[in-house]
């Protein structure tokens, strides 16, 4: 206690300094570009005699001429206030509480200012921050957040920018620098050199030098990150529309090695390596073009060639073909989830996506009638467009199926195969598709 209070007591004041203040003229965001819900979310705050700003991303991606995903609120009015000014608004978090604020259909995260981790923050034995919860003013926020692009405050009444880490001048010169002492920063949390590979992806930014030699040798620290926190970044890498150039600069900076099961698998897999690349490369285009992009079918294309492998397995030890695969779905989920928390949600669409394979695979009699009816039927059609594509299968069973879909009810009984003479083309009967999905080459 005692030590506690005189290290308060005593510890160093932040530097303080002037920050930018930055006029329309100079940064051309128009508060036009704010969403509504945003603009009024920080005006009622203003009204209330708080200081609010549209912070984070939003700011950066504006600036960068990309149009931002949602729009984040930092103020100097703790949850509770916040929570009293909206009626349409909820506390949640578990590691920070921050405000959810509805308006129209839109929902803003509301952030108290925190301060910096200098002050008596819980930390790990290996320097990670275990708790940051301690109110601040705006400097104090600004300097706890990670880079200096990330670090910018806007103000949607007065339309300028404040700016305390020049980040405004970094993002012009196409530079990620971390805010404080690199090292430093990625040991309180190892996150941010996930983080660092993301931005510096997404913007086409350079990292600075000081912030990219330690990552490197700092890899190990992301082993002590909790699974659940690794798999929310790992989704935001992955369906950020730069997701082939994030996981390649991952491989640049050694990132994916022996941390992350999952990117091992992904990098380090020859047979699935074409597929893989293929589904990221799809994720991508349609992240892009602004279409919906579900976890669960993003995680079924990056775990297919390991469930695939557990699945030979298991058939060549004389189990049959449909409790095999159940067995190898739950084997190679549970591999990951040890490191790579996959909530059980996704986990259960990434099932549903794979037990459609074989089904999709087997149209003997009147099965492709009831397969069509399946809820995920388009999910795991889509899943087989991307087999075909990378080598798989044959593309006559994807023609086959756009043929099918396409059909009205008529056309679709005409192109059923009669039980039989199906079955024996398959060679063994009741082994129907799994016999085709083993990879082609035994390696
Ligand atoms: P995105 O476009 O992916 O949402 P973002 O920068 O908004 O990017 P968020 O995870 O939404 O990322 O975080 C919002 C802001 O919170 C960031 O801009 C940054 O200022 C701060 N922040 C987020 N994560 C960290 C972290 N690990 N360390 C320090 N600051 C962070
Ligand atoms: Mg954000």
Redesign the pocket.
């Known amino acids: 206690m005692i030590r506690k209070l005189l290290r308060r007591v005593f510890s160093k004041p932040l530097p303080t300094h002037e920050p930018a203040l930055i006029p329309v003229e100079k940064h051309h965001i128009r508060r036009e570009s704010i969403s509504a819900g945003a603009r009024q979310t920080v005006a009622r705050l203003q009204e209330h005699g708080h200081a609010a700003f549209v912070?984070?991303?939003?700011v950066?991606?504006l600036l960068a001429g990309i149009e931002p995903?949602?729009f984040?609120i930092a103020t100097d009015a703790t949850p509770e206030q916040v929570r009293g000014i909206f009626r349409r608004s909820r506390i949640i978090g578990r590691r920070f509480r921050i405000v959810h604020v509805m308006s129209g259909g839109e929902t803003m995260e509301v952030s108290t200012f925190r301060a910096g981790n200098d002050v008596d923050s819980e930390t790990d034995e290996h320097g990670r921050v275990l708790r940051d919860n301690v109110f601040g003013n705006v400097e104090e926020d600004a300097a706890?957040?990670?880079f200096t692009i990330?670090?910018l405050y806007y103000n949607p009444t007065d339309e300028t920018i404040t700016d305390y880490h020049h980040g405004v001048a970094d993002l012009k010169q196409k530079t990620l620098r971390m805010i404080g002492d690199p090292r430093k920063r990625y040991r309180e949390?190892p996150?941010?050199l996930l983080?660092a590979v993301r931005m510096a992806a997404k913007l086409g930014l350079a990292i600075d030098p000081a912030a990219r030699t330690p990552i490197r040798e700092m890899a190990d620290l992301l082993e002590n990150v909790p699974a659940a926190r690794l798999f929310d970044e790992m989704l935001?890498l992955l369906l950020?529309g730069h997701a082939v150039e994030c996981l390649r600069q991952l491989r640049e900076e050694g990132l994916h090695h022996g941390l992350l099961p999952l990117l091992d698998v992904i990098m380090e897999q020859p047979l699935g390596e074409r597929f893989v690349w293929l589904s990221l490369a799809s994720t991508d285009a349609r992240v892009n073009a602004g279409k919906r992009t579900s976890p669960g079918f993003l995680f079924a294309t990056l775990l297919w060639h390991e469930a695939l492998a557990a699945w030979e397995a298991r058939k060549r030890n004389g189990e049959p073909p449909i409790p095999a695969l159940h067995g190898a779905m739950d084997e190679v989920l549970d591999i990951q989830g040890g490191k790579l928390a996959i909530t059980r949600r996704i986990a259960a669409d990434i099932k549903d996506i794979w037990i459609l394979q074989p089904r999709l695979e087997n149209r003997a009699g009147r099965r492709p009638l009831r397969v069509i009816e399946q809820p995920r039927f388009r999910a795991g059609y889509d899943f087989l467009l991307l087999r075909v594509e990378s080598g798989e299968l044959d593309h006559e069973l994807a023609d086959w199926w756009r043929d099918f879909i396409e059909a009205d009810t008529e056309a679709r009984l005409a192109m059923l195969t009669p039980e039989k003479k199906s079955a024996r083309r398959r060679r063994r009967r009741g082994k129907g598709g799994g016999e085709d999905a083993r990879p082609e080459s035994g390696e």
Do not use: C, E
């Not at 912070?55 to 939003?58: D, L, M, Y």
């Open positions: 912070v984070g991303g939003a950066r991606d995903k949602d984040d706890r957040r990670d990330n670090a949390d996150i941010r983080r935001k950020s």
